[in-house]
């Protein structure tokens, strides 16, 4: 399996930084606090669930099956979330994927609602369009998340419809539930009118 060519990815407000091993503690401070919009998504608790966390995901960067960053805030330097390229896919056997997935984000509540989540997409789609020019980019979320579904459709994202008892759930009490997955996607066709939108969005 091919590796992915991940490298930090700097904007005015985050810096995406790949994931490694010493960025266990920040990670750690990054997820504790107020952890009432965690629900949903995948945050670990604490440094032995953060330590565990970033193992997982540095080896799958080295299996070639994520391309994991931490958020870095670029006024104060502080870590506030993670997001990741995900389930990439090879099919036309170029070096670089043809499509990808990008998932697994979350900030911290006080970075929430700001212009980080929308530049961190920004500079991920770029990336991925411009630098891999893969053909499609999926965006996946709980059905439930209607808090998520409706940061991804901002971004102008496509709805592509429900699959139901699609992935494992992450939502706490779901036990072994398999969740609905909204899945949503940017295609090589809408990469000029989303990055424009995007970046009115950061103008304002």
């Known amino acids: 399996m091919n590796a992915l060519d991940i490298h930090a990815l700097?904007?005015?407000?985050?810096?995406?930084?790949?994931?490694?091993?010493d960025h266990v503690e920040e990670i750690a401070a990054a997820g504790a606090g107020d952890r009432s919009t965690f629900g949903f998504t995948q945050v670990p608790d604490g440094p032995t669930e953060s330590a565990a966390y970033v193992e997982w995901l540095v080896a799958d960067?080295?299996?070639?099956?994520a391309g994991p960053f931490v958020q870095r805030r670029l006024s104060d330097g502080v870590v506030v979330g993670c997001t990741r390229f995900l389930n990439p896919?090879?099919?036309?056997?170029?070096?670089?994927?043809d499509e990808?997935?990008?998932?697994?984000t979350w900030l911290a509540t006080h970075a929430q609602r700001g212009?980080?989540?929308?530049?961190?997409?920004?500079?991920?789609?770029?990336?991925?369009?411009e630098r891999w020019q893969v053909?499609?980019?999926?965006?996946?979320?709980?059905?439930?998340?209607?808090?998520?579904?409706?940061?991804?459709?901002?971004i102008g994202a496509t709805f592509e419809g429900i699959l139901r008892r699609h992935r494992r759930s992450t939502h706490s009490g779901d036990g072994d539930r398999l969740r609905d997955t909204a899945s949503y996607s940017v295609t090589i066709d809408d990469w000029d009118t989303v990055g424009t939108l995007l970046r009115d969005h950061l103008s304002r």
């Open 10 to 21: 700097t904007g005015r407000h985050v810096v995406l930084e790949p994931m490694r091993s």
């Open 61 to 65: 960067a080295a299996r070639g099956v």
């Open 100 to 104: 990808v997935e990008i998932g697994g």
């Open 115 to 129: 212009p980080i989540n929308t530049e961190a997409k920004l500079l991920l789609l770029t990336h991925a369009f």
């Open 135 to 154: 053909q499609r980019v999926a965006i996946c979320t709980d059905a439930r998340n209607d808090q998520s579904r409706r940061a991804i459709e901002r």
């Open 89 to 97: 896919l090879w099919q036309l056997g170029r070096p670089d994927p």
